[in-house]
C-alpha cells in the first residue's frame, strides 16, 4: 500500500534562508512522486515531479526535490526562500487507484516566510 | 488556456438546499476526481471517475452524487446540503496510464461553499 508522510504542518523561514520541506513515502511499488504547491485562495499548481530516471528534479520557482530510494523519502528545497514562496505545499505519490484516487496526498505543510 | 474550470466559484446555501458543482476540462484526461479541503484534513477525495461511464466512490462519499457526462465533463452534486459541506471543493483530471498518473494531476481553481 502507497502512503505519503510530510514531517511538520508549520515550517518558517527567514527571507533569503533555505527552505527544507520533508517527504516521506511508502510504496509496493517504484514510486511515482509530485510536489505541489497551493497559493492563498488557488488550486494546487504542480511544481515538479519524478517518475523514471534522474533522481534530482528541478521544478519551477527555484525549486528541486531528490528522489532517495534507500531513505524514502523525497524531500523539497530552494536555497533561498523568498516572501512569495509563503504556501501550503504537499507531497503525493502515486497509487492504482482505489478509494483514495490515483494519487496520495499528504497532509500538507504550510511554508511561512519571515522579511 | 487549457486546463480545468470549475463554476461557481463562490456558493451560499440554506441548510437542505440542493446544487450541483460543475467541473469541465480541455486536456483530453481519462481521470477526473473530486476532492474537498477542510482546514487540518488537507485534501479528502470525494468521488473520482477513471474514465468516461464510471464512477467510483473515495474516502468521503456520503451526502453526495457524482455524474461523468461525458469526456470532458464530472459534475458534483449535494442533494440537501448540511453545514457539515461547507467546504472548498476542487476538481482535477489527469491521463492515466498503466493504471498511474504519469503527469499528476491538473486542479481547478475551487468553490467555496458554504451552508448556513
Known amino acids: 500500500a502507497q502512503s505519503v508522510t510530510q514531517l511538520g504542518s508549520h515550517v518558517s523561514v527567514s527571507e533569503g534562508a533555505l527552505v527544507l520541506l520533508r517527504c516521506n513515502y511508502s510504496?509496493?511499488?517504484?514510486?511515482?512522486l509530485f510536489w505541489y504547491v497551493q497559493y492563498p485562495n488557488q488550486g494546487l499548481q504542480l511544481l515538479l515531479k519524478?517518475?523514471?530516471?534522474?533522481?534530482l528534479v528541478k521544478g519551477i520557482n527555484g525549486f528541486e526535490a531528490e528522489f532517495k530510494k534507500s531513505e524514502t523519502s523525497f524531500h523539497l528545497t530552494k536555497p533561498s526562500a523568498h516572501m512569495s514562496d509563503a504556501a501550503e505545499y504537499f507531497c503525493?505519490?502515486?497509487?492504482?487507484?482505489?478509494?483514495?484516487?490515483?494519487?496520495?496526498f499528504g497532509k500538507g505543510t504550510k511554508l511561512s516566510v519571515k522579511p | 488556456n487549457a486546463g480545468v474550470t470549475q463554476t461557481p466559484k463562490f456558493q451560499v446555501l440554506k441548510t437542505g438546499q440542493s446544487m450541483t458543482l460543475q467541473c469541465a476540462q480541455d486536456?483530453?484526461?481519462?481521470?477526473m476526481y473530486w476532492y474537498r479541503q477542510d482546514p487540518g484534513m488537507g485534501l479528502r477525495l470525494i468521488y473520482y471517475?477513471?474514465?468516461?461511464?464510471?464512477?467510483d466512490k473515495g474516502e468521503v462519499p456520503n451526502g453526495y452524487n457524482v455524474s461523468r457526462l461525458n469526456k470532458r465533463e464530472f459534475s458534483l452534486r449535494l442533494e440537501s446540503a448540511a453545514p457539515s459541506q461547507t467546504s472548498v471543493y476542487f476538481c482535477?483530471?489527469?491521463?492515466?496510464?498503466?493504471?498511474?498518473?504519469?503527469?499528476?494531476?491538473?486542479f481547478g481553481s475551487g468553490t467555496r461553499l458554504t451552508v448556513v
Open positions: 482535477a483530471s489527469s491521463s492515466v496510464q498503466g493504471q498511474r498518473p504519469h503527469s499528476g494531476y491538473t
Open positions: 510504496s509496493s511499488v517504484p514510486p511515482y
Open positions: 519524478y517518475t523514471t530516471g534522474a533522481t
Open positions: 503525493a505519490v502515486s497509487t492504482y487507484g482505489g478509494s483514495q484516487g490515483n494519487l496520495i
Open positions: 486536456m483530453n484526461h481519462n481521470s
Open positions: 471517475s477513471a474514465s468516461e461511464g464510471t464512477t
